[in-house]
């Protein structure tokens, strides 16, 4: 089965027979509009005013089921009828491009701006929403002054808005997509600073475009009109291309100074050049669908990136690793078409791992008897989340050296795992230090 919203589609699948669906019935399309817009929490006066103003919105939204879904969602989140109100004096209404366009300019600013973000991916896109978070957090389009709350968690609220408000859809593999309507509205929004390379019949590319996605089989003609965007913030490649683009890669690089988001999906090459470091603005680095092994030490100059991601290929990490002291996150993951997925090997041990303080995710620590390896090293990662494994504990040399995990500042974690190897007697004094 195959749906569609324009005539002709059908006719170019030689499809023999079409259904085309009539539009709902105004007492259904009401309950759907009511369904989005209440909270079930309205007093019973305020219930009373809105599902007076509710049968006229409903006639004003031209029987469009996505924009009584997103203009209904919008109005459940206010608590009195003023909102309501307003929305019976809107023009063209019955347009569902015009009752998008109102849902998203009711959005918080900063919400507006992440959303906008998202038309960098095409229409079918699935959306991954911690995907989206790190790519929002490396921007530095998620607030930041609210001291107490991580970034990713606000991230994570400004998503799950978003989807409250039927701008996103959840998907049976727990992905999210967007209607194509407003992926056309998303897109218009942010021509003048996103742009897709999706045809190969483009010349030239805007240049007030910070933002790039790339989807195209070839680079080698679109070389020279992407460096010239020397102001260019992001670089995303959504699908691999067919031919070798290392030699593309050095020049691109040497022109995209200011870039702060690389996303690679691309590269053939065995090791990442050493001209990586040169992008000393970098903030989030996706290696996982390339098939990168191995990593230059001029990354461990790139002193601002906060978001490292790298495929399971990668067995050694760069000695001085440890310099990065504003990374947050680092993860080694398996990628295939659908999915990717945490390596189950984790990533090698990093010598002296207590210098990246700013650390949020260490799925495997192992205590060794020899410097930079020692349990102190985890003394001052305060901002530790999620789970943590430490493991061969039996190397711990007394309870001095135990009392100084500090697992007290560590309020961020959620789960602890404490593993002694088996191949040692252990005292039971000994086990008593932790």
């Not at 990246?356 to 901002?383: A, C, P, T």
């Not at 789970?387 to 961020?412: F, M, P």
């Amino acid at each position: 089965m195959v749906t569609s919203r324009r005539h002709k589609f059908p006719g170019a699948l030689c499809i023999e027979e079409v259904v085309s669906l009539k539009n709902m019935e105004g007492t259904d399309f009401l309950e759907l509009f009511k369904h989005s817009a209440f909270s079930g929490a309205e007093t019973r006066d305020q219930l009373r005013m809105k599902e007076e103003i509710a049968v006229k919105i409903a006639k004003q939204l031209g029987q469009s089921p996505l924009a009584a879904k997103v203009v209904g969602s919008q109005l459940r989140r206010e608590k009195d009828t003023t909102a309501w109100e307003q929305a019976l004096k809107i023009n063209n209404l019955r347009e569902p491009k015009r009752a998008l366009l109102w849902s998203y300019e009711r959005l918080d600013p900063h919400l507006q701006r992440c959303f906008l973000y998202c038309s960098l991916f095409p229409k079918g896109h699935e959306y991954k929403m911690m995907e989206l978070v790190y790519l929002w957090i490396a921007e530095g389009l998620v607030d930041s002054c609210n001291q107490d709350r991580r970034m990713k968690d606000i991230g994570m609220d400004y998503f799950n808005n978003m989807v409250s408000c039927s701008f996103f859809q959840p998907t049976i593999f727990g992905n999210y997509v967007m209607h194509d309507l407003l992926h056309d509205l998303v897109e218009e929004l942010s021509r003048d600073v996103c742009f897709r390379l999706e045809d190969d019949k483009v010349a030239e590319i805007p240049y007030t475009i910070r933002h790039l996605s790339i989807s195209v089989e070839s680079m080698t003609q679109h070389k020279q009109s992407i460096c010239k965007l020397h102001n260019l913030r992001t670089i995303i490649c959504i699908n691999p291309l067919m031919d070798d683009i290392s030699d593309i890669f050095h020049e691109v690089l040497d022109n995209m100074k200011r870039l702060r988001v690389l996303y690679l999906c691309f590269y053939n090459g065995s090791k990442l050049p050493e001209s990586v470091g040169e992008l000393k603005h970098l903030r989030y680095l996706n290696l996982i669908s390339t098939s990168i092994s191995k990593l230059p030490g001029s990354l461990c100059t790139l002193y601002h990136l906060q978001l490292l991601m790298l495929n399971y290929k990668v067995e050694n990490l760069p000695d001085k690793i440890c310099n990065l002291s504003k990374l947050r996150y680092m993860e080694a993951y398996f990628s295939d078409e659908y999915t990717m997925h945490l390596d189950g090997k984790g990533l090698p041990q990093i010598p002296d791992i207590g210098k990246l303080i700013s650390l949020q995710e260490l799925k495997k620590f192992s205590v060794q008897k020899q410097r930079g390896y020692e349990l102190r090293q985890l003394r001052d990662m305060k901002e530790l989340g999620g789970l943590l494994s430490i493991t061969n504990l039996e190397n711990v040399v007394g309870k001095d050296e135990a009392c100084e995990l500090n697992l007290n500042q560590k309020s961020h974690l959620e789960g602890l795992e404490f593993v002694w190897s088996c191949e040692k007697i252990l005292h039971g004094e000994d086990i008593c230090h932790l």
